[in-house]
């Protein structure tokens, strides 16, 4: 017998703010339901909402630090020197009052709105860079 949990939420692919149910067996996804009666989708999802949760599980998700070699290749690091290393680069980076030029912020739609929130404060308040752009755009 298959146990189903479904968990609402909101799809968090773009600033829509579909309804949807996520539908749960144990720790595994097994799909999507959307919300009927929701404020803005109605029972609708589009295609990200319908199938955009496969990255969860992928084994492509990077779990350490990786920094990128002179030849383009990566090698693992400890977040120790990953940390160093984003430090100097942005030193070397931030010249003066306005780094729009120098630095650039690329968030994810797959971060919650309140982290893209959070992203657009750093990049703007302590990187100084209005460069800042994010995947969900539609
Ligand atoms: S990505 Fe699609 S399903 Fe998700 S909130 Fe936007 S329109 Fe809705």
Sequence with gaps: MILL??????CGYCGCGCGLYV????????????????????GKL?????????????????TKPLIKNNDGTFREAS??????????GFTRAMTGG???DAIGVFSSARCTNEENFLM?????????????D???RL
């Design 98 to 100: 306005d780094n729009t």
């Design 46 to 62: 589009c295609a990200k909402g319908w199938h955009g949760f496969s990255f969860v599980r992928s084994p492509r998700r990077l």
């Design 120 to 132: 657009a404060k750093l990049a703007r308040m302590s990187l100084k860079t209005s460069s800042i």
């Design 134 to 136: 994010h995947c969900a």
């Design 5 to 10: 949990k479904r968990v609402l939420t909101t």
């Design 23 to 42: 539908n749960i067996e144990g720790d595994e996804i097994l799909g999507v339901t959307p919300q009927g009666g929701h404020v803005v989708s109605d």
């Design 79 to 88: 977040w120790e020197e990953a940390y160093k290393t984003v430090k100097e």
